[in-house]
């Protein structure tokens, strides 16, 4: 291997050693980055290769240019060549061919070496995502338990188990004011391969809204058949969700089947949460009756809507409903708007407390 190759090389062999990414997976993402560093210097060439051969530890540039009769008919110097000059290349040359002009490497070769510590900075995240993605795809998506390994008393990021391999559960993805602790068998949300400043992982939730609707998919199997539908799902996790269902079947009562017997399903899932409160509702295409639905527990007397388009409208609730209607610092109301999707001004039937 010449010693203008070997930053290259060794630069290739450092990922493989400290990545545990075969050299050769880089190669292609260096080559693309190398064309836009050989054409600062060569604009107006329109046939710029390279080869980079690993195993031979050889790293070739070249410029290829097509052959003409004589130097007057050379009308682009940077992508054509007499047949004269090209024959001091090589006597086999004849009119028509593409001429091979080898590059000197030594300069091309830091060029290499270079572009390949940025390759690696840069490009080495959407490499190991993609092992990622073939690893773990299938589990994106998912909701599986997962046993928590340790805990970092600093940061509060906890480290669980999955498939062998330790995954990090930050702070911010767990469900505030739980408290894990280390053997803990808790439940998480794969949301899929995520990035972060040290390297692609799996990123996983517990406040994520998808965990609200896999926790009831494995809990109600009506859900899971696709007889019961989540339609909508607000949440301020920790403290309080509702969910909008409704039926496929006639003889299938949505919100009875999420709750069950005694409340035995959503309990279930409130104790998986910590408790968080979950309020099933009837979903309704009708956006006035599903206004209704999402402000429950209140009774709403009325809802107007005045122009459907601004998403905004008028509930009116009894006098001695407005504060449950609104909840403990605007929380109910704030799920509903998130659940209808509407902006709700919510009044007291006597218009007293209005304003």
């Not at 080869?51 to 009308?75: A, L, M, Q, R, Y």
Request: proline share 4%; net charge negative.
């Amino acid at each position: 291997m010449s010693n203008t190759n070997v930053e290259l090389f060794d630069a290739l062999a450092l990922v493989a050693k400290e990545k545990g990414i075969q050299p050769d997976v880089l190669v292609e993402k260096i080559q693309t980055a190398l064309v836009i560093a050989i054409k600062k210097d060569y604009p107006r060439s329109d046939n710029i290769n390279f080869n980079i051969d690993i195993p031979k530890g050889k790293f070739d540039v070249c410029i290829h240019k097509e052959v003409v009769e004589t130097p007057e008919e050379v009308e682009d110097s940077a992508n054509q060549i007499d047949l004269k000059s090209a024959k001091k290349v090589s006597k086999k040359y004849n009119v028509g061919d593409q001429c091979v002009i080898k590059l000197n490497t030594r300069h091309f070769g830091r060029i290499a070496a270079q572009t390949a510590k940025q390759v690696i900075k840069q490009g080495i995240k959407e490499v190991e995502r993609e092992q990622l993605i073939e690893q773990w795809g299938s589990l994106q998506n998912e909701c599986m338990s997962v046993k928590v390994l340790k805990v970092e008393p600093d940061t509060g990021n906890a480290f669980v188990e999955i498939n062998s391999a330790e995954v990090v559960l930050f702070k911010s993805d767990q469900i505030p004011g739980e408290v894990i602790q280390s053997g803990d068998s808790i439940r998480v949300y794969i949301s899929g391969v995520s990035a972060n400043d040290k390297r692609p992982t799996l990123r996983i939730s517990r406040v994520h809204n998808n965990l609200i609707r896999k926790l009831f998919e494995n809990e109600v199997p009506e859900i899971a058949a696709g007889i019961v539908e989540i339609c909508a799902i607000s949440r301020e996790p920790g403290i309080r969700t509702k969910i909008a269902v409704m039926s496929n079947e006639e003889d299938v009562v949505a919100v009875g089947t999420c709750i069950g017997q005694k409340r035995s399903r959503i309990a279930s899932i409130c104790h998986e949460l910590k408790g968080e409160k979950i309020d099933v509702v009837a979903y309704s295409d009708d956006p006035k009756e599903l206004v209704k639905q999402a402000l429950k527990p209140a009774e709403v007397l009325s809802v107007e809507i005045p122009d459907e388009e601004l998403r905004e409208c008028i509930a009116t609730v009894p006098d001695n409903q407005l504060s449950l209607a609104i909840g403990n610092k605007g929380l109910n109301a704030k799920l509903a708007a998130r659940l209808t999707g509407f902006k709700i001004d919510i009044r007291p039937e006597s218009g007293f407390f209005e304003g």
